[in-house]
């Protein structure tokens, strides 16, 4: 494939944080919205393809500043940021779910109605009865994790990354 622009006006690790920071903002004003977490697993999966291409493939310098031990390939760096963010499985599994109707993460399917706690658990003041819920991720061993605040540990995790 030819080498080219394909993003428009955005051509940086930087620039693209800051497309999935707007995305990110946008799901925590509409916390129930697909079309924003889509977006959000989209773009906090595929920054690591940006961030290996655009910034660690040809600077062992700035690798060796943000890894130890330092990846040599990209399937080693892949495989430190997934050991460094496990959120990134979820972006992974949400963003390759969404697109391809199928996940080689570790994600058995989204839930659109988590509650922020669980029947008969629920203290006064904690959740209102019918409130309608969050959205979450089941995982392949049957935890559910909440999709926002994973959504907010890999935007923290890239902003160390990109600026390292």
């Given at each position: 494939?030819?080498?080219?622009?394909?993003?428009?006006?955005?051509?940086?690790?930087?620039?693209?944080?800051?497309?999935?920071?707007?995305?990110?903002?946008?799901?925590?004003?509409?916390?129930?919205?697909?079309?924003y977490a889509i977006h959000c697993a989209f773009l906090g999966w595929h920054l690591h393809e940006w961030v290996w291409g655009?910034?660690?493939?040809?600077?062992?310098?700035?690798?060796?500043?943000?890894?130890?031990?330092?990846?040599?390939?990209?399937?080693?760096?892949?495989?430190?940021?997934?050991?460094?963010?496990?959120?990134?499985?979820?972006?992974?599994?949400?963003?390759?779910?969404?697109?391809?109707?199928?996940?080689?993460?570790?994600?058995?399917?989204?839930?659109?109605?988590?509650?922020?706690?669980?029947?008969?658990?629920?203290m006064f003041g904690q959740m209102m009865l019918g409130s309608a819920g969050v959205l979450g991720v089941q995982m392949s061993?049957?935890?559910?994790?909440?999709?926002?605040?994973?959504?907010?540990?890999?935007?923290?995790?890239?902003?160390?990354?990109?600026?390292?």
């Amino acid at each position: 494939m030819a080498q080219g622009s394909f993003s428009f006006e955005i051509q940086t690790p930087e620039e693209l944080l800051a497309t999935l920071k707007e995305d990110f903002a946008e799901l925590q004003a509409n916390p129930k919205s697909s079309r924003y977490a889509i977006h959000c697993a989209f773009l906090g999966w595929h920054l690591h393809e940006w961030v290996w291409g655009k910034k660690f493939k040809s600077d062992w310098a700035a690798r060796k500043r943000a890894f130890t031990p330092v990846p040599r390939e990209k399937d080693e760096f892949v495989a430190a940021v997934r050991n460094e963010c496990s959120d990134l499985e979820i972006m992974q599994g949400v963003a390759e779910g969404s697109k391809h109707l199928g996940t080689t993460a570790a994600v058995a399917g989204t839930v659109d109605d988590l509650h922020n706690a669980m029947p008969g658990r629920a203290m006064f003041g904690q959740m209102m009865l019918g409130s309608a819920g969050v959205l979450g991720v089941q995982m392949s061993d049957g935890k559910v994790v909440g999709f926002l605040p994973a959504v907010q540990r890999v935007v923290a995790y890239w902003e160390k990354i990109v600026s390292a």
